[in-house]
């Protein structure tokens, strides 16, 4: 069994990104199977609770005030449609329910509501996960004891790229988040995004900063970044598909534990690109046809997709078909 490291060093994670392609797919997948089924894929759902106008200016997103996207902001959504939501992302197949909202942190006021959110949520039976900006070690504990499961806040990119890419911000800021995030006995969900322009060497580092936490991450979302008109990433050379295979791999080989997420930009990888994608370990998946505000592949099509590559829902079934 390969054990948990946490003093991962630069030129380790860069030698494994660059393994010849199939030498990499046969390690991470070893690594994958003596830790995982090798053909079950967790599946989580989300929604936006609240959409938009957001105060921080995020190089990719749709949902900053200071970039003009054509994005319509809504304000946060009644309880009655969260569990509405819901209930449906549990009919088809989905284990856990993804909350995320365009804060730059939450109020007390708003995270009291967030909280109904995630006590009618649990009570469907369903595993929680919100991500609401940065949050205090006080709203963190209350989240603990209102019952939350995850929290998602990710690193986004490696330490020196990050300032690229966002301002209002800082590296440090999102790591004292997760801090009090891990502190107060949440299940950390914490990845990043590829395709903004790094280098190997900046994902190299983010793994690295991952891995290298005191604990790994339960969940290690990975992004492929989809552009936004009107973002200033918009227009960026995209990722060569392989890239983003071996870093997949890499994150599974290094957190051989952590559930590693195929998370956006499915809607734009091909069938094989996501077969690779699960060889080299990501086992989990964002289900439904929108992410927060942008497409993700339509349930028929995941489910052909599951289907024929003999992946199984890790609840046992996706849609209405079980498998
Ligand atoms: N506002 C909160 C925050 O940023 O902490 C939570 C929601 S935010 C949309 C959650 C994550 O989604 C971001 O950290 C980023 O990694 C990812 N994300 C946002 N827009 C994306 C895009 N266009 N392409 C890929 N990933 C994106
Ligand atoms: C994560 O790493 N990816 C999800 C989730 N965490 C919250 C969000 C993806 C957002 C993609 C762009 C959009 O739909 O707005
Ligand atoms: Fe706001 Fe989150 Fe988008 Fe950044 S990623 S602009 S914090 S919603």
Same mark, same amino acid.
């Given at each position: ?59 990719y ?93 990710n690193?986004d990119t ?34 990043g995004i590829l395709g903004m ?26 992004n492929?970044l989809?552009?936004?008109?009107? %973002?200033?990433? #918009?227009?960026? !050379?995209?990722? $060569?598909?392989?890239? *983003?295979? &071996?870093?997949?791999?890499? =994150? ?40 927060? %505000?942008?497409? #993700?592949?339509? !349930?028929?099509? $995941?489910?052909?997709? *599951?289907? &024929?590559?003999?992946?199984? =829902? ?10």
């Open positions: 069994m390969s054990e948990l490291r946490h003093d991962w060093r630069i030129e380790e994670v860069s030698a494994l990104l660059a393994m010849p392609f199939s030498d990499l797919m046969f390690h991470a997948h070893q690594v994958h199977r003596e830790n995982f089924p090798a053909n079950q894929v967790q599946i989580s759902t989300l929604l936006s609770i609240k959409t938009g106008a957001c105060p921080e200016d995020c190089g997103c749709s949902q900053s005030a200071k970039h003009d996207t054509t994005l319509e902001r809504e304000r946060l959504l009644p309880l009655q449609e969260v569990i509405d939501s819901a209930k449906t992302a549990r009919e088809n197949g989905a284990t856990r329910f993804c909350m995320g909202a365009a804060w730059r942190n939450p109020t007390d006021k708003s995270l009291e509501r967030v909280i109904e959110m995630v006590q009618a949520v649990k009570d469907l039976g369903m595993e929680t996960c919100v991500t609401l900006g940065m949050l205090t070690d006080r709203q963190a504990h209350r989240l603990k004891e209102a019952g939350l499961d995850y929290y998602n806040h690193l490696s330490p020196e790229f990050y300032g690229n890419v966002i301002s209002t911000r800082t590296y440090q800021d999102r790591l004292d988040t997760l801090d009090n995030v891990r502190n107060a006995g949440i299940n950390v969900c914490c990845g322009g790094e280098t190997r060497y900046d994902r190299a580092r983010l793994l690295q900063q991952l891995a290298n936490m005191k604990f790994h991450p339960e969940s290690v979302p990975i492929d989809v552009q936004i008109e009107g %973002t200033p990433l #918009n227009g960026v !050379e995209k990722l $060569d598909p392989f890239e *983003f295979i &071996r870093t997949v791999a890499v =994150a599974r080989v290094m957190m051989p534990k952590s559930y590693v997420r195929l998370s956006a930009g499915r809607a734009e990888m091909t069938d094989e690109m996501q077969a690779w994608c699960f060889f080299a370990g990501a086992n989990s998946i964002f289900y439904g046809e929108k992410l927060l %505000t942008t497409e #993700n592949p339509e !349930e028929s099509h $995941d489910q052909q997709l *599951f289907a &024929r590559l003999g992946i199984e =829902a890790e609840s046992g079934r996706v849609g209405s078909t079980y498998m």
